[in-house]
């Protein structure tokens, strides 16, 4: 089952419930998701549902950040999409396995003691390893430690 056809599902459980922002939100992702599918003129895939979902969540989160504080408005309905949009996101990779998959870069380069000249050369192989799968904040900061 594609996430397009989960999320109706609970899109139509939300009007049923009669859960009007549950049902905006869910609308809103049912709606990036099917705008992505038809650019692209074919199914998506996983990678990219889940691509869709995380950029919907990092829009969010930047409209709730950027709100003024005295706007409880917007950050309150900002808070209850990101609410709902988590529920079908895929869990992000943990720091452990970020180190791993860092460290099986390094041995497939050939890198012992990596330096701070080989992060742009380690990036390129190692991004789209964890593309999707994990922040690449997350990535830069653990892969940094891991810099001599």
Do not use: H, W
């Not at 996430?3 to 549950?22: L, N, S, T, Y």
């Not at 609308?27 to 650019?39: F, G, T």
């Amino acid at each position: 089952m594609s996430k397009i056809d989960i999320v109706r599902a609970a899109m139509v459980e939300a009007m049923k419930a009669k859960d009007k922002a549950r049902k905006d939100s869910l609308s809103m992702l049912l709606s990036a998701l099917k705008n992505a599918e038809i650019d692209k003129r074919e199914p998506l895939t996983e990678a990219e549902e889940n691509a869709i979902v995380k950029k919907e969540i990092k829009q969010t989160q930047e409209t709730y950040d950027l709100a003024p504080a005295d706007r409880e408005d917007i950050r309150g309905e900002a808070a209850a999409r990101l609410a709902v949009y988590r529920e079908f996101a895929p869990a992000d990779m943990s720091v452990e396995q970020i180190t791993q998959v860092i460290r099986s870069v390094l041995d497939e380069l050939g890198l012992t003691e990596p330096t701070a000249k080989d992060k742009g050369a380690i990036m390129k192989v190692l991004m789209p390893k964890v593309k999707g799968k994990a922040d690449g904040k997350v990535v830069n900061e653990t892969l940094a430690s891991m810099l001599k």
